[in-house]
């Protein structure tokens, strides 16, 4: 079969080497270079966990995980980094307690710690005294820069056809094939065409007014004064997120210096083409003030900052569905800011339904309807 992939962030560029594993003849677009910071997936890491307050989320981590077990073996590299998670707010509170649940209901293995017993084991952390710890050893980070870029060259080792710098501009299902035309003229047809834009999706599709709002995101390295208890280790330092606040971070990663901290909270609503990714002092000012009050050693310092996006569904669910009007367009997106623990199970998903025409994931409230 002759299948397209538009887009190669981590969704698109999973897709795209399952397909050229399984043989397909694939081609990948992609309108910057592979890896560039203008998307939603470049940067070091990205938080993967089973701990979500809506256990359809945690259940479908238990598809995702051995997938990404599979890249790093495949690849010999520490893609993925389960340094365990703790997510954390006063007792009682409903997100927490959705959270718990969650795990329950899955069969996840986790603990419930008091605010104390947990600053033993974790020492990084201070927590106050109403505050009440849950903790699960799978959970950690995604090297996601990294990632990208290990399945491209995969996906091209397999044989399949990268054209990054090449931006599609058309998208036309007919009777007999999809047309995908660029914006040098270049026209090619194909059998099936998966389309992971990411937050340049709604450009791609003006017509169907998909319900997609893009958000600037910044996240800030603050600097330390000791760093050994900060590492990366089950016993060191999980990944963290407080469910009150929604701020969020990392132990020191082994590839930039610093503490990754953010918010996960929709920024400023921007046009990605043309507002330019320029860090804030102030946000970096707030993230410091966050990081002081949370751990120990922060030395006042800002490391490095940068800017993300996130492309939000009303919901904060993702699109998984055919272009309407369409059968042979399948549009991968919206991944709300939370969505590349997920992108290798969707890259999956869409590279099954491209093969088979099946479509297999979440159900009705990942259609465009339903978001
Ligand atoms: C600050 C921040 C923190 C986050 N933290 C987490 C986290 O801790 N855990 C988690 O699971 N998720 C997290 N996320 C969300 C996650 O990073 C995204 O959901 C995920 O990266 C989206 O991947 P994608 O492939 O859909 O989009 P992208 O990675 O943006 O890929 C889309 C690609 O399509 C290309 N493209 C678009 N249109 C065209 C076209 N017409 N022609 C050719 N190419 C095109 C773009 O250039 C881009 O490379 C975070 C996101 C941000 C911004």
């Known amino acids: 079969m002759d299948i397209a992939v538009i887009g190669l962030g981590g969704t698109g560029s999973a897709a795209l080497r399952f397909l050229a594993d399984a043989g397909h003849n694939v081609t990948g677009y992609e309108r910057f270079e592979i890896g560039h910071r203008r ?16 256990p359809l989320y945690s259940n479908l981590m238990t598809s995702a995980f051995p997938l990404w077990e599979a890249l790093c ?16 707010a006063p007792g009682g509170h409903p997100e927490l307690e959705a959270t718990i649940a969650a795990l329950l209901s899955t ?22 005294d109403d505050e009440v710890v849950v903790f699960h050893a799978d959970a950690g980070f995604l090297r996601s820069g990294e990632i990208v870029e290990a399945q491209v060259a995969l996906a091209r080792d397999s044989g399949a056809e990268i054209r990054a710098g090449v931006e599609v501009v058309d998208v036309r299902e007919s009777q007999t094939d999809v047309y995908v035309r660029t914006a040098c003229g270049d026209i090619r047809f194909y059998d099936k065409v998966i389309v992971a834009g990411g937050a340049y999706l709604p450009m791609l599709f003006p017509e169907l007014g998909l319900p997609l709002t893009v958000t600037r995101q910044q996240v800030t390295y603050v600097g330390l004064e000791d760093a050994a208890k900060y590492h990366c280790a089950p016993d060191r330092m999980p990944v963290w997120i407080d469910a009150s606040t929604y701020w969020y971070g ?15 909270q929709m920024g ?37 900052s940068e800017v993300c996006l996130y492309t939000n569904t009303p919901n904060e669910d993702f699109i998984v569905d055919t272009a309407p009007g369409t059968g042979n367009v ?24 491209a093969v088979s025409g099946d479509l297999d994931f979440g159900g009705e409230r990942f ?5």
Not at 250 to 264: E, M, S
Not at 330 to 353: E, I, P, Q, R
Request: glycine share 14%; aromatic share 8%; proline share 3%.
């Open 39 to 54: 998307g939603s997936s470049h940067g070091n890491s990205r938080i993967i966990r089973y701990a979500y307050p809506d």
């Open 73 to 88: 073996e495949k690849t010999g590299r520490d893609l993925m980094v389960k340094c365990g998670g703790v997510t954390f």
């Open 107 to 128: 069969g996840v293995a986790h603990t419930v710690m008091s605010s104390s017993d947990a600053m033993q084991r974790f020492p990084a952390f201070r927590f106050s």
């Open 250 to 264: 990392f132990p020191l990663d082994g590839r930039l210096d610093g503490l990754k901290i953010a918010r996960h």
């Open 268 to 304: 400023d609503v921007v046009n990605p083409v043309v507002d330019d990714r320029a860090v804030r002092g102030s946000d970096d000012d707030v993230a410091l003030r966050v990081a002081e009050e949370r751990f120990g050693g922060v030395s006042g310092q800002v490391m490095h």
């Open 330 to 353: 399948l549009l991968v997106s919206g991944c709300s800011g939370h969505g590349f623990k997920f992108t290798v199970l969707l890259g999956k998903v869409a590279a099954d339904w």
């Open 367 to 371: 259609r465009i309807g339903g978001a």
